[in-house]
T-cell receptor, first 111, second 117 residues
């Protein structure tokens, strides 16, 4: 079954801390694992993405770690800021043109 | 960067009526657009794939006659919710990608909040 399991469902992190969100997939996925950020009442926006031939990708404060053998990937947000408070979705492409999304993580950064 | 625009951003309609949502790619041509539905505090669920010049492909469990999709041009796809009922109230989001960019260019619209009363 084409599922992407995401955890935690919600996360509260102090300003300046590290936010970590994890995702796991069950079946063999193909060449694209993106993370999306969504603010209330808005569509998702691509944050960062990784391909399975790379174990880590960093863009500014955002890092994706990818473990192909474990079929897991995670998003790390360094120096978390109140403006990072949003819902984050991981996703994966399973060999066709359709993205399958994780269940989402509501991140709250507190002062 | 690529921009996908949706209209309207919010709509309230009476039960039994139909409502049309537009999705436009503003600075690129899109032969394929995707329509998602998102219930409060839930993930995005793909409803259908809109194909320019041909019939849309619907996901399992999505009623074709209820959610009519028309992709009449390379920059416009429309989703019409027919005979809407309160359970159709949801956040509808479209997405598209510029030619050649595949998933790396996936851009979402800002969504349409549909409320059926």
């Amino acid at each position: 079954q084409q599922q992407v399991k995401q955890s935690p469902q919600s996360l509260i992190v102090q300003k300046g801390g590290i936010s970590i969100i994890n995702c796991a997939y069950e079946n063999t996925a193909f060449d694209y694992f993106p993370w999306y950020q969504q603010f209330p009442g808005k569509g998702p926006a691509l944050l960062i993405a990784i391909r399975p031939d790379v174990s880590e990708k960093k863009e500014g404060r955002f890092t994706i770690s990818f473990n192909k053998s474990a079929k897991q990937f995670s998003l790390h947000i360094m120096d978390s800021q109140p403006g990072d408070s949003a819902t984050y979705f991981c996703a994966a492409n399973f060999g066709n043109e359709k993205l399958t999304f994780g269940t989402g993580t509501r991140l709250t950064i507190i002062p | 960067g690529a921009v996908v625009s949706q209209h309207p951003s919010r709509v309230i309609c009476k039960s039994g009526t139909s409502v049309k949502i537009e999705c436009r790619s503003l600075d690129f041509q899109a032969t394929t657009m995707f329509w998602y539905r998102q219930f409060p505090k839930q993930s995005l669920m793909l409803m259908a794939t809109s194909n320019e010049g041909s019939k849309a492909t619907y996901e399992q469990g999505v009623e074709k006659d209820k959610f009519l999709i028309n992709h009449a041009s390379l920059t416009l796809s429309t989703l019409t919710v027919t005979s809407a009922h309160p359970e159709d109230s949801s956040f509808y989001i479209c997405s598209a990608s510029p030619p050649g960019q595949g998933f790396y260019g996936y851009t979402f619209g800002s969504g349409t909040r549909l409320t059926v009363v």
